[in-house]
């Protein structure tokens, strides 16, 4: 590998087989918190190295809540990458987000229960800042570059994350809907975390396949209609990344997600386990310096 992927994608197996990229080559990562989820695909469009990972796995036989969401943005913080797009398929809750529309969210609820939510402890404490859980300048490419596609585009929008696999009772669907919540899905808590603590620029194009549980002129949400509008929205997908990736060019100049941690460690550093700052030198190195 020649030339760092200033672009990482996670998502389906399916996303890196479109034309435009070439020179694909694959490459098996190991890191401190185990193996991602699949290799890494890495290939070239507009003539930059953007990498491609399968969130569950090639064939998708990983479980949202057994994704190892550390290992997946730690691989491509190893890489090299500063930028992330996230791909995810999510239910609507609002009935003007309707199937087939794509959304770029701006805000995320965590409601996952068993996930490894973050790469620090062990003796080492750290606080991020999530308050903009999205990288805003990212998204903002990111919905001119989806924008140029035919599908609808919403520029904003509330997502929240179920622990899964199981989908959403019609209580639970009305009372997300009664928060002002606008999309839900299985997948985006932590990854937008890691990425931050990662101090790498994350953005989300979820994809909407369904209405979830609460809309009453409509089926509930089942894994067929799932597939059947994944597979429309995946060309879609493909041609949004393809528009993004010429306007990437470095560190915007407006955001602060190189520097997240600047402001977050708060363990004396004379006080971190040496097997701990061990495991983190790639995160910490610039902030622990000896």
């Known amino acids: 590998m020649t030339q760092k992927p200033i672009l990482g994608v996670i ?9 435009g990229l070439t020179d694909v080559q694959t490459v098996d990562l190991d890191t401190p918190f185990g193996k991602p989820s699949s290799p890494v695909f890495i290939g070239k469009l507009a003539d930059k190295s953007v990498a491609f990972l399968a969130r569950h796995g090639l064939g998708h036989f990983i479980s949202p809540g057994e994704i190892n969401y550390r290992a997946n943005i730690y691989a491509l913080k190893q890489l090299g990458v500063h930028y992330i797009i996230g791909i995810s398929a999510c239910g609507s809750l609002r009935e003007d987000y309707a199937p087939g529309d794509f959304v770029v969210p701006d805000q995320l609820i965590d409601f996952s229960r068993q996930r490894k939510s973050s790469f620090f402890g062990e003796g080492l ?26 599908a609808n585009v919403h520029k904003s929008g509330t997502f929240v994350t179920i622990e899964g696999p199981r989908f959403s009772t019609r209580g639970e669907s009305h009372l997300f809907r009664s928060w ?10 932590p990854e937008a975390y890691l990425a931050r603590e990662a101090e790498l620029c994350y953005a989300s194009l979820a994809h909407i396949t369904d209405y979830d549980a609460w809309h009453l002129d409509e089926e509930p949400v089942n894994v067929e209609m799932v597939v059947r509008t994944l597979a429309q929205n995946t060309e879609t997908a493909q041609t ?13 100049s407006n955001c602060d997600c190189d520097r997240a941690l600047e402001k977050a460690l708060i363990t004396n550093p004379a006080m971190i386990p040496p097997e701990t700052r061990k495991k983190l030198a790639l995160l910490l190195d610039k902030y622990l310096k000896e």
């Open 11 to 19: 998502g389906g197996s399916g996303l890196y087989n479109f034309s």
């Open 125 to 150: 404490v750290v606080h991020i800042s999530s308050a903009d859980p999205f990288c805003p300048n990212l998204s903002q490419l990111l919905i001119q570059a989806a924008s140029m596609t035919p």
């Open 180 to 189: 002002g919540i606008s999309i839900i899905g299985m997948t985006t808590s």
């Open 240 to 252: 949004a990344i393809a528009n993004l990736v010429p306007v990437l060019d470095g560190r915007g």
